[in-house]
Nanobody
């Protein structure tokens, strides 16, 4: 049973920063892709960022405007999302997602491409 465990959410004021972490319980591969999605009340889940294990290249949603950075740990089991210059509209439940052997059937921004999901960690940004 593959598990993803997120941590690092919390409450901050606008302009503040947080770092989210996600640890995957399974062995990763060179074709692993891990990403972050978020969902606010009344809205659909949206793609935030992902990173590909084979070349460490990230993809980002255009809505975050360069304020967030995704990276992976040297242990090959952890992915981080560094949230900077937070805005109230960034408030959401942030989900970590992964596919251990990405085949390219879906775009990286498509949640259907990810096989494993965490329970989410909440980020609340006050004005």
């Amino acid at each position: 049973q593959v598990q993803l465990v997120e941590s690092g959410g919390g409450s901050v004021q606008a302009g503040g920063s947080l770092t989210l972490s996600c640890v995957i319980s399974a062995r990763t591969s060179s074709s692993t892709v891990m990403g972050w999605f978020r969902q606010s009340p009344g809205k659909e889940r949206e793609f935030v960022a992902c990173i590909k294990w084979n070349n460490d290249t990230p993809d980002y949603s255009g809505t975050i405007e360069g304020r967030f950075t995704i990276s992976r740990g040297n242990d090959n089991h952890t992915v981080y999302l560094h949230l900077n210059s937070l805005k109230p509209e960034d408030s959401a439940l942030y989900y970590c997602a992964a596919h251990l052997y990405w085949r390219g059937t879906y775009y990286y921004t498509d949640s259907d491409g990810y096989r494993y999901w965490g329970q989410g960690t909440r980020v609340t940004v006050s004005s």
